[in-house]
C-alpha cells in the first residue's frame, strides 16, 4: 500500500541554518505529495504541497520538490528561526483515494 | 478557519468505560476523518466518513465506532476504553475548491486528548 518514510530522530538546529527533512514515499500511482506542520499544543496545518512530478511547493520559505525519479519529497528552508519549532509531517494521497497517509514526523527544535 | 470544533478536549477516564469525542464542523464538507496521534507512530487513520451514514474503517479502527447521523458532526466512540487507548485524537475534514473536493488537502481540529487509567 502507499507508505511515506521521514527521516528517523529529531532534528536540532542553530537559528539561521539551513534545514532538510527527508521524505520518501511508495505509491502504485500519481499521489500528490504534502507537508504539515504542527506547533505546539495545535493540530496540523497545511505547509505546501505539489501535485505532480517536478512541481515545487513553497511557502514560509519553506520549499520541496516531488522527485518521481527518487519519489522524494524533501523539506528544505535556508534559514530557519525558533518561530520554525515545530513537527513536520511528510504525506500523500493517491488520486482516487480518500486518505492521507503520513509519516511518523519530525521534531524540529530551533536554538536561538 | 475550517470550522472545526472538537469536544472535549481533555479527558481522563478508568479502563472499561465508554468514551464518546465529538467532532463538529459548520462548512458543510463531506468528507471526515479521525486521526490517533502517538510518539513513534505520527497519525494513524481510525474511521473516516463520506457522507451521512456513510463511514468507513482505517488503518487502526480495532475497539473504536463511528457515526455520521448528520453532515456536521462526526462521533468517535470507545465501547470500552483501555489504557492503548490513551493517545491525542484528531479530526479533520477535506476542503474543497469551486465546489470540488480538494485532493489531499485536510484541516484539522485543535485535538482531544484522552487518557485511559
Known amino acids: ?112 | 478557519d475550517a470550522g472545526i470544533t472538537q469536544s472535549p478536549r481533555h479527558k481522563v477516564t478508568e479502563t472499561g468505560t465508554p468514551v464518546t469525542l465529538r467532532c463538529h464542523q459548520t462548512e458543510n464538507h463531506r468528507y471526515m476523518y479521525w486521526y490517533r496521534q502517538d510518539p513513534g507512530h505520527g497519525l494513524r487513520l481510525i474511521h473516516y466518513s463520506y457522507g451521512v451514514k456513510d463511514t468507513d474503517k482505517g488503518e487502526v479502527s480495532d475497539g473504536y465506532s463511528v457515526s455520521r447521523s448528520k453532515t456536521e458532526d462526526f462521533l468517535l466512540t470507545l465501547e470500552s476504553a483501555t489504557s492503548s487507548q490513551t493517545s491525542v485524537y484528531f479530526c479533520a475534514i477535506r476542503g474543497t475548491s469551486g465546489g470540488v473536493t480538494n485532493t489531499g488537502e485536510l484541516f484539522f481540529g485543535e485535538g482531544s486528548r484522552l487518557t485511559v487509567l
Not at chain 1, 62 to 87: I, M, N, P, W
Open chain 1, 1 to 112: 500500500g502507499d507508505s511515506v518514510t521521514q527521516m528517523e530522530g529529531p532534528v536540532t538546529l542553530s537559528e539561521e541554518a539551513f534545514l532538510t527533512i527527508n521524505c520518501t514515499y511508495t505509491a502504485t500511482g500519481y499521489p500528490s505529495l504534502f507537508w504539515y506542520v504542527q506547533y505546539p499544543g495545535e493540530g496540523l496545518q497545511l505547509l505546501l504541497k505539489a501535485t505532480k512530478a517536478d512541481d515545487k511547493g513553497s511557502n514560509k520559505g519553506f520549499e520541496a520538490t516531488y522527485r518521481k525519479e527518487t519519489t522524494s519529497f524533501h523539506l528544505e528552508k535556508g534559514s530557519v528561526q525558533v518561530s520554525d519549532s515545530a513537527v513536520y509531517f511528510c504525506a500523500l494521497s493517491e488520486e482516487g483515494n480518500n486518505r492521507l497517509a503520513f509519516g511518523k514526523g519530525n521534531q524540529v527544535v530551533v536554538i536561538p
